[in-house]
């Protein structure tokens, strides 16, 4: 292996969107995959569009909090 060259597996986990969604398309998934240094994650939504959004753990923490903020 060359010098400053890392090799790595990544965990990831994926799912079917159909049971979630009434609106996706056919073999749709969102797939979430974490960030080697553990610091974070990547969502990919294969729907209509493909779409990846990166998060920080703690992006995400806040988001699940603005989120029940709206639901109340």
Same mark, same amino acid.
């Given at each position: 292996m060359k010098e400053g060259i890392e090799s790595y597996k990544? $965990?990831?986990v994926?799912?079917?969107l159909e $049971?979630?969604?009434y609106a996706c398309k056919e073999h749709s998934y969102v797939e979430v995959t974490e960030w080697n240094n553990g610091e974070g994650f990547d969502?990919?939504?294969c729907n209509h569009t493909d779409r990846t959004?990166?998060?920080?753990h703690g992006e995400f923490k806040l988001i699940k909090k603005l989120i029940k903020e709206?639901?109340?």
């Amino acid at each position: 292996m060359k010098e400053g060259i890392e090799s790595y597996k990544r $965990k990831a986990v994926m799912c079917s969107l159909e $049971k979630f969604d009434y609106a996706c398309k056919e073999h749709s998934y969102v797939e979430v995959t974490e960030w080697n240094n553990g610091e974070g994650f990547d969502v990919n939504v294969c729907n209509h569009t493909d779409r990846t959004i990166y998060f920080t753990h703690g992006e995400f923490k806040l988001i699940k909090k603005l989120i029940k903020e709206l639901e109340k």
